[in-house]
């Protein structure tokens, strides 16, 4: 055999690799869930190695093997000679990143973003003991959350927490554990959570409050303590919206944007000389 001939076949290889593909049954766990949420993407693609390797041994090559050989001229894979089939062997090479999407995209698990104030303290509902900070605690509820009355929890430690979904591709391809999300009325759905206890308060209540991004927690329902789910009960609805995150604060983004296109457009008409043709 040529050279030339073998060194198409290499190209041919390296250029069509046998595609790994999930179906609908498949998706990551939970745990491996929590760690893309968390930001522990080393142990996640540590925990994901298991799986590839998995599914590559069930990896059906027949399909693979005719293409080689219509793609040489040869009748079939037993038409092969045993030198050509070693080389493929030795080169040939498995595609998992469809099993990846998949996997991440069939997950449905509820995930809760536990809000938090600016300075990064957990935003608490009023305690059922006397405390200082039960008043401020109330009144943050009623401006920013659009949380009136007896907002009262059972159990100190009590804090407020939104719920749905969250898009772990974008989580993934980003390498960014999600730090802010987006609340708007009507979209969202907020409780009263206390996982050490197995209590909580206000349950399956939208979000009434403006527009607003906060500083959140991320964590998949029931792997920090006692989850929302079997506490209440909660019907799927409650878990429907997606949550709108991001690794970083799109108010603060938005505003720095314009500031620095106001900077830039003030700068230019004061110094219209760096603008003016030459010739």
């Not at 041994?57 to 079939?76: N, S």
């Not at 089939?85 to 990846?100: A, I, M, P």
């Not at 605690?137 to 100190?156: N, V, W």
Request: with cysteine; charged share 25%.
């Amino acid at each position: 055999m040529t050279t030339k001939r073998m060194a198409r076949m290499l190209a041919w290889i390296e250029a069509n690799p046998y595609e790994v593909y999930g179906d609908y049954r498949d998706a990551v766990s939970d745990e491996q869930a929590q760690m893309v949420i968390a930001g522990e993407f080393d142990k996640f693609w540590e925990s994901w190695c298991e799986v590839e390797f998995n599914a590559s041994d069930y990896a059906y090559w027949a399909d693979w093997e005719q293409e080689f050989a219509d793609e040489f001229g040869l009748e079939d894979w037993d038409s092969v000679s045993e030198t050509i089939k070693q080389v493929c062997y030795e080169n040939r090479v498995t595609d998992r990143s469809g099993l990846l999407s998949t996997c991440l995209n069939n997950w449905r698990g509820h995930v809760c973003a536990r809000l938090l104030h600016s300075n990064g303290d957990a935003i608490e509902f009023p305690s059922p003991y006397e405390h200082d900070d039960n008043a401020r605690r109330a009144r943050f509820l009623a401006m920013f959350c659009g949380i009136h009355g007896d907002s009262e929890a059972t159990y100190d430690g009590t804090y407020l927490t939104a719920l749905g979904r969250v898009d772990l591709e974008q989580i993934l391809d980003e390498g960014k554990a999600p730090e802010f999300v987006t609340l708007e009325a009507g979209k969202c759905f907020t409780i009263g959570h206390e996982p050490y206890n197995g209590s909580g308060t206000c349950a399956n209540d939208q979000y009434k409050g403006k527009r607003r991004t906060f500083r959140a927690e991320f964590f998949v329902d029931g792997q920090r303590g006692y989850g929302v789910d079997s506490i209440f009960g909660l019907t799927g609805q409650c878990w429907q919206y997606d949550l709108h995150h991001s690794a970083e604060n799109p108010e603060a983004l938005a505003k720095a944007e314009a500031a620095a296109i106001e900077f830039a457009s003030t700068y230019e008409s004061s110094r219209p000389d760096l603008y003016e043709v030459r010739t």
